[in-house]
């Protein structure tokens, strides 16, 4: 396809300047953009409320059958696209507008924006998925501009120098989107983790990680070039570690001690927050904003909180939880009250139940920069 959009980008104008060819292919490509970075902000604005739908089972197995489904598409079992018809409306639509000229190249690359192909379909959805539970609006935007930056660089480059660097087209193109396949598959993995719970995830990472390299194997053993024999040590290799989870489960190996957590108290109001404030008798408090749908909070949970010099630190200081994982109206209350945007945030307030500002923590700190952090707020 590239070839045949690369025509109608330069309007069938077959003596064009290399810099006025490359201006098209960029108009173009920053058209199609425009179209993936409204869909990003869109999905980004409603991002805390998606959050918060997916601690729901039938969410997350619901979108996990469909994420399966699409990869099942990336390895050939069947085609995503849209309707014949919208996508004929759409073609009409770009083909009306007139190819050479900035502006009509422009507008035919934002309606090209629009017609998902079955290529992009399922890399677009998870995208899409890890935008919405990010609530990010930078982000958003700016991984669908990226995305289609990325699209488009192949036609720029085909637009200015022709088919010359075009890699050829052969079964490796297959074996590309069967790899896609696989990624996508990590999605219902993330997801289902939620659900199943750690050691099951761990066990559903294990079986991914399997399949993966024991494809990849299985597909250099076709290949007759020396290199493909490191590469098929190191894929041997990567499944048999992979496999380590799914081995310990299945011949009953000791699971490791778990680690010491923090003790939190649970808060759930504005009123709560201000009664615990009150009893903490001179001590300072620390707030951890939690929710389920969070990973950066998890990754506290497990990384950073377990951590014996973090909990040293912390020894002196009274522990405050607040769980927003439902994303109640009461949740919502606390969030503005304390002009809390996203999670992970944790709050610090001083002897006398005032906040410093100056100390909050916003994303995730492992445990040597939390510890450090801890430091430096002490007078």
């Known amino acids: 396809m590239y070839p045949l959009i690369s025509g109608i980008v330069l309007g069938g104008q077959k003596r064009l300047s290399t810099a006025r060819a490359l201006l098209l292919a960029f108009i173009y490509v920053q058209g199609m953009a425009l179209t993936y970075t409204a869909l990003g902000l869109v999905v980004a604005a409603a991002g805390l409320q998606f959050q918060a739908a997916l601690q729901l089972p039938y969410v997350l197995i619901g979108l996990s059958v469909l994420f399966i489904l699409l990869a099942l598409s990336m390895f050939g079992l069947f085609t995503l696209q849209l309707p014949s018809s919208l996508q004929t409306r759409l073609t009409l639509m770009s083909n009306k507008r007139q190819g050479g000229s900035p502006g009509g190249v422009f507008a035919m690359g934002a309606i090209a924006g629009l017609i998902c192909s079955p290529c992009t379909t399922a890399p677009l959805s998870a995208i899409l998925l890890y935008i919405a539970q990010s609530g990010n609006l930078w982000l958003g935007g700016g991984t669908l501009y990226l995305y289609a930056l990325g699209m488009g660089l192949p036609l720029i480059l085909v637009t200015v120098f022709g088919n010359r660097l075009l890699p050829k087209s052969g079964p490796w193109m297959a074996h590309v989107k069967t790899a896609f396949g696989f990624v996508i598959l990590a999605l219902p993995v993330f997801l289902l983790e939620r659900v199943v719970g750690e050691p099951w995830g761990l066990r559903l990472w294990s079986l991914l990680g399997v399949a993966f390299f024991s494809w990849a194997f299985i597909t250099s053993l076709g290949g007759t070039r020396p290199w493909l024999r490191i590469v098929q040590i190191v894929m041997l290799g990567a ?141």
């Not at 680690?259 to 951890?288: C, W, Y």
């Not at 010099?309 to 994982?325: C, F, I, R, S, Y």
């Open 239 to 379: 499944a048999l570690v992979s496999a380590r989870p799914l081995q310990d489960w299945a011949f009953d190996a000791p699971v490791a001690q778990r680690q010491s957590h923090l003790q939190f108290t649970r808060i759930h109001s504005v009123d709560e927050l201000n009664q615990a404030l009150a009893q903490a008798k001179g001590k300072p408090v620390m707030l951890d904003l939690y929710a389920d749908w969070c990973v950066a909070c998890k990754e506290f949970e497990k990384y950073t909180f377990t951590s014996p010099e973090v909990q040293q630190a912390l020894k002196e200081t009274v522990l405050l939880q607040v769980d927003v994982t439902k994303n109640s109206a009461r949740d919502a209350a606390l969030l503005k009250h304390l002009q809390v945007l996203g999670l992970p945030t944790i709050l610090f307030f001083n002897e006398q139940g005032e906040e410093q500002p100056a100390q909050r923590v916003t994303g995730f700190m492992d445990a040597a920069a939390f510890s450090a952090h801890l430091r430096d707020r002490q007078p």
